[in-house]
């Protein structure tokens, strides 16, 4: 687990750096002292992997190949089934009988391919140095790299016309807060290896990743979003846990195995169903199962997994941690105003605002005891998780008090009208009509 002891200072990193205001910085709200301690030799943990098999990377060529994997499953199942139909029934008779006869050969082969597939499996896991937790690499680091590289310049591509300067206040703010939160973690495996660099992109969607490579994109609405420098640390050190975790490669190594798998149910799948169309409907079945069983399931536990190592990242630079859970309250809230429909957490990437908020209120305890070892100053005012919970009931019950007033307020131009209609003499209309 992230080290959680840390010694005193003995270098000139400033103990208040991201205090110092920046012109035009609007987003940031509340700044409050953020210090952190470099840990003293002595008290650095070791971090030890178990030993593991090296076996031979993924080639590349698979990973370029994919979208014809897909494709060749289907012709080959496709195959099957036409050879199978045209066979005379006294050669599907002679097969039948074949099988029986070889049934134990049938039974070894598959079994071998079992095994091989177990030993394959094995052979590629790793323990993270961080977590503790072992995880499927399938691909080699210069493989990753090289694709990581890739994805890079396609960003950059598209983003192009939108960068912030290196002069903007909010890129700076960024990389203050970045660069903080990297060297108060510099013991952790893998932060000091990664070279860090700082992408602002001046969008109104609410996101920030990292990739592989340690290129930080954020978007200026998520800036917009936070309401102070320490929610903003978290989000920030959730993004570096996602690539100090290797989360990228994991999960990149887990759809690759699940897609080999599915070839081998697709190929069935072709080969059995007697027509195209219910081929076609066993295949949309099988994608979707893969999908809701393991490829989301999967990307929420790297999602909390990433919820807490940030979290103990952001303590020991001195973050506030209890601003962690409430900015994903008021991403619950905002979308309740918003009217934003609410989506069973079991059909999204991500966990749930509400449920992240949740289990980062069970984490934060934990992540006090990390700040109070790293010696960092005792947070000072109220709760941030009891000002919002305070805000949010004075917000409605001053929107059910303009409610109100807004009712009385239609109820009283109305009730004139009804009164004058009521002082109206009787005869002056009977004349009326007459008239007319």
């Given at each position: 687990?992230?080290?959680?002891t840390?010694?005193?200072?003995?270098?000139?990193?400033?103990?208040?750096?991201?205090?110092?205001?920046?012109?035009?910085?609007?987003?940031?709200?509340?700044?409050?002292?953020?210090?952190?301690?470099?840990?003293?030799?002595?008290?650095?943990?070791?971090?030890?992997?178990?030993?593991?098999?090296?076996?031979?990377?993924?080639?590349?060529?698979?990973i370029?190949?994919?979208?014809v994997?897909?494709?060749?499953?289907?012709?080959v199942?496709?195959?099957i089934?036409?050879?199978?139909?045209?066979l005379p029934?006294?050669?599907?008779?002679l097969f039948?009988?074949?099988?029986?006869?070889n049934?134990?050969?049938l039974?070894?082969?598959?079994?071998?391919?079992?095994?091989?597939?177990?030993?394959?499996?094995?052979?590629?896991?790793?323990?993270?140095?961080?977590t503790?937790?072992?995880?499927?690499?399938?691909?080699?680091?210069?493989?990753?790299?090289?694709?990581s590289?890739?994805?890079?310049?396609?960003?950059?591509?598209?983003?192009?016309?939108?960068?912030?300067?290196?002069?903007?206040?909010?890129?700076?703010?960024?990389?203050?807060?970045?660069?903080?939160?990297?060297?108060?973690?510099?013991?952790?495996?893998?932060i000091?290896?990664i070279?860090?660099?700082?992408h602002?992109?001046?969008s109104?969607?609410?996101?920030?990743?990292?990739?592989?490579?340690?290129q930080?994109f954020?978007?200026?609405?998520?800036l917009?979003s936070v309401?102070?420098?320490?929610q903003?640390?978290f989000?920030?050190?959730?993004?570096?846990a996602?690539?100090v975790?290797?989360?990228?490669?994991?999960k990149?190594?887990?759809v690759h195995?699940?897609?080999?798998?599915?070839?081998?149910f697709?190929?069935?799948?072709?080969?059995?169903?007697?027509r195209?169309?219910?081929a076609?409907?066993?295949?949309?079945?099988?994608s979707?199962l893969?999908?809701y069983?393991?490829?989301?399931?999967?990307?929420?536990?790297l999602?909390a997994?990433?919820?807490k190592?940030?979290?103990?990242l952001?303590?020991?630079?001195?973050?506030?941690?209890?601003?962690?859970?409430?900015?994903w309250?008021?991403?619950?809230?905002?979308?309740?105003?918003q009217?934003?429909?609410?989506l069973?957490?079991?059909?999204?990437?991500h966990?749930?605002?509400?449920?992240?908020?949740?289990?980062?209120d069970?984490?934060?305890?934990?992540?006090?005891?990390?700040?109070?070892?790293?010696?960092?100053?005792?947070?000072?005012?109220?709760?941030?998780?009891?000002?919002?919970?305070l805000?949010?009931?004075?917000?409605?019950?001053?929107?059910?008090?303009e409610?109100?007033?807004?009712?009385?307020k239609?109820?009283?131009?109305?009730?004139?009208?009804?009164?004058?209609?009521?002082?109206?003499p009787?005869?002056?209309?009977?004349?009326?009509r007459t008239?007319s």
């Open positions: 687990m992230v080290t959680p840390c010694g005193a200072r003995n270098d000139s990193f400033s103990r208040h750096l991201l205090i110092e205001e920046v012109a035009g910085a609007s987003f940031l709200s509340v700044l409050r002292p953020l210090k952190c301690l470099r840990m003293r030799e002595r008290d650095i943990r070791s971090f030890h992997t178990s030993p593991r098999f090296q076996a031979a990377p993924v080639p590349l060529l698979l370029i190949l994919k979208p994997q897909k494709l060749f499953a289907i012709i199942g496709r195959g089934r036409k050879w199978w139909q045209a029934p006294n050669k599907k008779e039948k009988e074949s099988l029986r006869k049934k134990w050969k039974f070894l082969c598959f079994s071998s391919f079992g095994l091989l597939f177990v030993v394959f499996y094995f052979t590629h896991l790793e323990v993270s140095p961080i503790g937790r072992n995880k499927l690499l399938l691909l080699g680091k210069e493989h990753f790299k090289l694709l590289e890739l994805e890079y310049e396609a960003w950059m591509e598209e983003f192009k016309n939108d960068m912030l300067t290196e002069k903007d206040a909010r890129y700076l703010m960024v990389k203050k807060v970045v660069y903080h939160l990297i060297e108060c973690n510099k013991d952790i495996p893998g000091s290896e070279n860090w660099t700082i602002v992109v001046d109104p969607d609410i996101n920030a990743f990292v990739l592989p490579n340690g930080v954020i978007f200026t609405g998520l917009n309401t102070d420098i320490h903003l640390s989000l920030l050190g959730h993004e570096i996602h690539a975790l290797g989360h990228a490669a994991e990149a190594s887990l195995l699940l897609d080999f798998l599915g070839m081998i697709l190929t069935m799948i072709w080969a059995v169903c007697p195209d169309s219910f076609l409907l066993g295949q949309w079945i099988q979707k893969q999908e069983m393991f490829d989301r399931p999967y990307s929420r536990t999602e997994e990433a919820d190592i940030g979290l103990q952001a303590a020991k630079a001195c973050v506030d941690v209890r601003a962690s859970s409430v900015f309250q008021q991403m619950e809230f905002a979308d309740s105003l009217g934003h429909p609410k069973p957490e079991w059909l999204s990437t966990p749930s605002h509400g449920n992240r908020a949740e289990h980062l069970r984490l934060i305890p934990q992540a006090l005891k990390i700040r109070e070892r790293c010696n960092c100053p005792p947070l000072s005012g109220p709760d941030p998780r009891l000002l919002f919970k805000s949010m009931k004075h917000f409605l019950e001053e929107s059910e008090k409610d109100l007033n807004i009712t009385a239609k109820q009283k131009m109305d009730t004139p009208t009804i009164q004058n209609q009521k002082q109206i009787l005869t002056y209309i009977v004349e009326k008239g």
